[in-house]
């Protein structure tokens, strides 16, 4: 499922930027960050280069690894960015039938 959430996103008044492998894991995958941190941590600053290079102040993803991870990163760096998972960009959002 690709567009309809992006569809649903715009319906609600958010402005859209995609981002370079969006599809791309953040490094996270479960307890992989804290098993194999030598391997994650390239993977998460490739994602979170690619985050910057949007401009974006808020990234909406669906995967609560990527939430707690990218948010965790973006707090500690005093971004301007933040991260919330899509269901709570979408919670002010009634659709009609």
Do not use: W
């Not at 499922?1 to 992006?6: C, L, S």
């Not at 995609?18 to 194999?36: A, I, P, W």
Request: glycine share 8%; with cysteine; net charge positive.
């Amino acid at each position: 499922m690709h567009g309809e959430p992006r569809q649903l996103l715009k319906k609600a008044g958010y402005e859209l930027t995609e981002m370079f492998e969006s599809d791309m894991c953040c490094g996270m995958g479960g307890s992989y960050s804290m098993k194999l941190p030598e391997i994650s941590a390239p993977i998460l600053r490739k994602k979170l280069g690619n985050i910057r290079e949007t401009g974006a102040t808020l990234v909406a993803m669906d995967c609560p690894g990527c939430v707690m991870q990218i948010d965790e990163v973006l707090i500690r760096t005093d971004s301007r960015s933040s991260s919330k998972n899509r269901r709570k960009c979408l919670k002010s959002l009634s659709i009609e039938s």
